[in-house]
């Protein structure tokens, strides 16, 4: 490799590699609140985490129950969980996010411990289905 430009461009985030087509879907979802809201707003007026994770969890809810689109604006329902997510990202980043999350260690290891049971039930499946030599 002996163009400079690419070896000094080979060191910057490769921002390319995020679909358009989420791109688009969170920017629709954006684009609806900056018109709604104003752009950005959540830079200027401190937002609660826990609004933007219920919209979120919302949001993908309707999306698992089979809804693509938002009944209200025809937004991409995975393009508002985005939105959502990218509204958190960037308020914590820029100081605004009022963290109300009811934080547990105890439920984060329980999901996390919660890996142990799956496995196990899924070995106890397997033994299950095994012939038997009758």
């Known amino acids: 490799m002996d163009n400079p430009k690419q070896i000094f461009g080979n060191k910057k985030p490769p921002l390319g590699t995020i679909p358009l087509s989420a791109q688009l879907a969170c920017l ?9 809201y104003g752009p950005f707003n959540w830079r200027k007026n401190p937002v609660e985490a826990m609004t933007y994770v219920d919209a979120a969890l919302r949001h993908l809810q309707l999306w698992k129950a089979g809804e693509q689109l938002t009944r209200d604006t025809a937004v991409e329902n995975l393009g508002a969980v985005m939105a959502c997510c990218a509204i958190l990202i960037d308020a914590e980043a820029h100081g605004t996010l009022i963290d109300n999350r009811p934080i547990s260690k105890v439920e984060a290891d329980m999901l996390h411990q919660a890996e142990n049971w799956v496995a196990h039930l899924k070995q106890l499946q397997v033994e299950r289905e095994k012939p038997t030599h009758a």
């Not at 629709?28 to 709604?36: I, V």
């Open 28 to 36: 629709q979802a954006l684009f609806d609140g900056a018109l709604k």
